[in-house]
């Protein structure tokens, strides 16, 4: 970015090259390429080459799903753009080309908005707007998600049960509740043990079934 504006300045009043016929292709060997190329944009280049999910040749190209997300932040609301397409492009990359996309990948990783901190969900619990960068359920229809481990803390346990048990208003569960305090127990007796992988779903369901039996009732 440091060097992008003089570039552009130089092709467009020294060269004379008007901006329309100026195109930026970047790589991403610095973690620079979404930089680079916003700051072409901002400094005259009319166009910008990218690829979906940012694949390309050494560490690859600037990702297309970052730029529609910067061209929003650079132009506002624009009803002709849907960023939704997004989720679905790396759905078809995953499913149908079977392309392995990295877990923490920017808006397109399983997990690029995932959390496993006790503090992050009883963030989420209270105001998703003040963990998450943007709503990324209504962008993207990926809305926030939450696995469990020990560092996850009762406030993540009692998140991730109000979620994936659909409980709102006063039948949410909370942090304090006796049964999510025994699940907690349950959970850290098991990393104090060895575990090291993530609790599955079917684990925490029998947990809850075991512990909060009638949240668990009919499901």
Excluded at 46 to 70: F, Y
Excluded at 81 to 110: K, N, W
Excluded at 128 to 139: L, N, Q, V
Excluded at 163 to 173: K, M, R, T, V, W
Aim: glycine share 10%; charged share 20%; aromatic share 8%.
């Amino acid at each position: 970015p440091r060097s992008v504006p003089g570039i552009v300045y130089g092709l467009n009043h020294h060269a004379g090259i008007p901006s329309e016929w100026l195109e930026w292709h970047g790589h991403n060997d610095f973690h620079k390429a979404l930089a680079n190329s916003a700051t072409a944009w901002l400094y005259g280049c009319a166009a910008v080459n990218a690829t979906c999910l940012g694949i390309g040749e050494r560490t690859g190209n600037t990702p297309i799903e970052a730029l529609v997300i910067e061209y929003l932040g650079l132009r506002g609301d624009d009803q002709t753009v849907h960023p939704e397409v997004i989720t679905e492009i790396a759905r078809y990359f995953r499913q149908e080309i079977g392309y392995e996309i990295p877990l923490q990948q920017p808006l397109v990783g399983s997990r690029f908005n995932t959390t496993l901190a006790g503090v992050h969900a009883d963030a989420l619990a209270k105001d998703k707007r003040i963990y998450t960068i943007f709503d990324t359920e209504s962008i993207l229809g990926v809305p926030p998600d939450i696995r469990i481990t020990d560092k996850s803390g009762r406030a993540g346990v009692a998140h991730w049960v109000n979620l994936n048990l659909e409980l709102s208003g006063d039948a949410q569960i909370d942090k304090g509740h006796a049964g999510i305090v025994e699940i907690f127990q349950r959970i850290s007796a098991q990393y104090e043990d060895g575990r090291v992988t993530i609790m599955s779903s079917e684990e925490l369901l029998e947990l809850v079934a075991e512990h909060v039996p009638e949240l668990a009732e009919g499901r």
